[in-house]
């Protein structure tokens, strides 16, 4: 099976979150590949059978948490996502808020339902619980 985590980073904690999550879905022995929102092609995604989309989170810290004007076109433009599993993924510091609820909004039209799988990290780290949203996710 074949995995891309696509990322959009600012200084760099949600790139080292979507490097951890590449590389544990590579250890979980699936055809894994990690790209920026920047250069990632229409073909990449199609090609791909679980794509993970992560973004900063931007707000006024304890609300109102969006994903970034950039984030938003770029993944506007997008192909379908409805045959493929789909996760999100973000970086914060204090609440991730509506953050996932505005990804979800955005790609609406191109998701099947409700995206289940949520990866948040204030370090970019993957802790152990999200390791097991991962695994639950992939079974
Ligand atoms: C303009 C701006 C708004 C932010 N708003 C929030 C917020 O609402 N909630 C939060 O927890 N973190 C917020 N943050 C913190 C970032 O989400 C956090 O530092 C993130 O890890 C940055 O990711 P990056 O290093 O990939 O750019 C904000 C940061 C900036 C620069």
Redesign the pocket.
């Known amino acids: 099976m074949k995995a891309l985590v696509i ?11 979507a490097y951890e999550i590449d590389k544990y879905l590579k250890n979980s022995n699936l055809d894994s590949r990690i790209i920026s929102i920047y250069d990632v092609h229409t073909d990449d995604i199609k090609q791909a059978d679980i794509v993970l989309i992560g973004c ?10 969006h994903p970034d004007n950039i984030w938003k076109k770029y993944a506007k433009q997008f192909p379908e996502l409805k045959d493929k599993k789909v996760g999100f993924f ?8 509506s ?1 996932f609820s505005q990804m979800q909004r955005v790609l609406k039209e191109k998701l099947s339902g409700t995206v289940t799988l949520k990866l948040k990290s ?1 370090n ?1 780290k993957l802790s152990e619980d999200n390791k097991n949203l991962i695994k639950q996710f992939l079974s």
């Open positions: 990322y959009y980073s600012k200084k760099g904690t949600t790139r080292q979150f900063w989170t931007n707000g006024l810290f304890l609300f109102l948490q973000t970086t914060y510091l204090l609440a991730t808020g953050m204030k970019g």
